[in-house]
């Protein structure tokens, strides 16, 4: 193999050596040098214990504590917790989650026409053009009308004041923006959903609660609140 | 004494025989005695040096400058904590059904790692550490300091100032801290570097009203406009005059936030409203000076620190 690459390669040996012959040059020049410091009459330099010593000294292992757990660990993503553990305390039976959850086929999509009921004023009904996620913060957009005027209104979900949340009716067909702003123009304007939420209130009433409670975020907690507060 | 002489002629005065002798070697005979000579007219100077024992102790130094601050009572009466910034959200009040808009801060194995002291340094503060970092990563002086003080490598480190002794002792070198540090309904102030928005123009950065959009104005709708006047201000730009350039990026303090939650378990403290700075930055938590200071268990007895005597230099 060797003499393959010396016949390849013939000059392969002479690299090695040239390497080795500047090593010893090298070295002969160490010498050179320490041979050419003036030793000023000074004591020969202390022995080499203590410098071993010292180089040993500086350079000391260090060793620190191990670190406590990390918080990080034990909770990757605060505001989330913090949020979940709000939540579980407005939502106790998770129903407005479930509501407005992307998982559940059954939530509200924008276009969907929700009446809202508050503890205070009267409810409000429009069609739902924004659903703004952000965990307990999650509010959604209501467009309808007051006195032939078009309101928007926001309503935060999970807000103790919000009472209840209805779907009136939903939208025929997916619609296929996220944020239904073209609504606000004349042509696309739906007006006054009055008609159809008093149809639904009829509707409702004939079948009895039984079957609109499913729907209804809190329809319990509604009757409870109605009077005892404010 | 005009029996023992003989009297000058009348048109002389008569002390021209006499002359005026020194009044320190030999004081005036005369109560009334005139004198005669070289007088200032110029009102007497006070001392230019006003140094004196008997003179009450100046304001303008350092150790009355501290002895105000002590009086103020402005110094926390205990170390505060470094927490990491997650973002924001809100808090319900299931009663009345108020939103509050809150930050949420997470305190990650915040441990003490040393006191600086008055007679030291200069001024008592506490040295906190928080989070872990690779100690490879650490240079050797830093780590020895750690290792004297016996916690882990710190991913960050800062001071907090306190009140005398009685506030290192509050926390021990190597006590850890945790959100329980702080209580809900306290106020606490937070330091923490705002969001860097680089090179800022005038309009973003000082409030500029810029130029109008028309009416002549041609592609400095956004400019500062003039730096000053002319003549009669010097022709030339004052200083401290407001212009565009590096804006954000640097520590604000927002004073009296308000403690809403206090998680000890994930380390959490909740407070009120917003704290500057992007989401993980580093901020400061510390009790707020300009509300009364949290009541907290009491700490072991202490002898009353006693302020330090003024000097009239210092």
Request: aromatic share 4%; net charge positive; hydrophobic share 30%.
């Amino acid at each position: 193999m060797a003499s393959n690459l010396c016949a390849i390669r013939p000059l392969a040996r002479l690299k090695p050596l040239i390497r080795h012959q500047r090593c010893i040059k090298l070295r002969q020049r160490a010498y050179a040098t320490q041979q050419t410091i003036p030793n000023q009459g000074q004591p020969p330099p202390p022995p080499q214990a203590a410098t071993l010593e010292k180089a040993h000294h500086s350079m000391r292992r260090i060793t620190l504590k191990p670190p406590p757990p990390a918080m990080y660990n034990k909770c990757p993503s605060p505001v989330e917790t913090f949020e979940a553990s709000q939540i579980a305390a407005l939502d106790p039976i998770g129903s407005r989650t479930k509501l407005f959850s992307r998982s559940n086929p059954d939530a509200v999509k924008v276009g969907d026409i929700l009446l809202v009921r508050t503890r205070s004023g009267d409810p409000f009904a429009g069609v739902c053009i924004n659903i703004r996620r952000q965990g307990v913060d999650t509010a959604i957009l209501l467009r309808g009308q007051l006195t032939r005027v078009g309101v928007e209104m926001w309503y935060k979900i999970y807000s103790p004041n919000v009472e209840g949340i209805e779907v009136v009716q939903r939208r025929a067909k997916r619609a296929r923006r996220a944020r239904l702003y073209y609504m606000r123009k004349p042509k696309h304007d739906i007006g006054s959903v009055e008609n159809i939420v008093r149809q639904y209130q009829r509707q409702k009433a004939a079948l009895g609660s039984s079957d609109v409670k499913g729907r209804d975020a809190n329809a319990h907690k509604k009757k409870n609140n109605k009077r005892g507060r404010n | 004494m005009a029996s023992k002489h003989p009297l000058p002629p009348s048109f002389l005065p008569s002390n021209i025989l006499f002359p005026r002798r020194s009044t320190s070697l030999r004081p005036p005979h005369h109560p009334h005695h005139q004198q005669r000579g070289i007088k200032s007219i110029s009102p007497v100077r006070p001392n230019r040096f006003n140094h004196d024992p008997s003179l009450p102790p100046l304001g303008s130094t350092k150790t009355a400058a501290y002895n105000r601050l002590l009086a103020a009572d402005t110094l926390p009466l205990r170390t505060g904590a470094l927490a990491t910034k997650s973002g924001m959200t809100a808090l319900y009040d299931p009663v009345t059904g108020a939103r509050t808009p809150c930050t949420v801060l997470q305190l990650d194995r915040n441990e003490v790692i040393y006191h600086k002291t008055r007679a030291r340094h200069g001024y008592n503060a506490v040295q906190v550490g928080c989070g872990w970092r690779q100690p490879r990563n650490l240079g050797r002086p830093l780590l020895g300091h750690l290792e004297r003080a016996g916690v882990s490598a710190k991913k960050e480190i800062a001071e907090f100032r306190v009140k005398g002794e009685k506030g290192l002792r509050s926390s021990e070198v190597g006590a850890s801290i945790g959100a329980g540090w702080f209580q809900e309904g306290q106020f606490v102030d937070t330091r923490s570097k705002s969001r860097g928005m680089g090179f800022a123009g005038g309009m973003k950065r000082h409030g500029f009203g810029g130029q109008p959009a028309s009416h002549g104005v041609s592609l400095t709708h956004r400019s500062m406009g003039s730096a000053g006047g002319g003549q009669g201000s010097g022709s030339r730009v004052h200083p401290g005059k407001k212009m565009p350039g590096r804006m954000g990026g640097e520590q604000v303090t927002i004073q009296n936030l308000k403690v809403l939650k206090v998680d000890e378990e994930n380390g959490l403290v909740v407070v009120n409203g917003c704290v500057s700075g992007p989401k993980g930055c580093l901020v400061k938590i510390q009790d707020a000076i300009k509300k009364p200071w949290p009541e907290v268990l009491p700490g072991p007895p202490l002898p009353e620190t006693v302020a330090e005597p003024l000097r009239a230099t210092t």
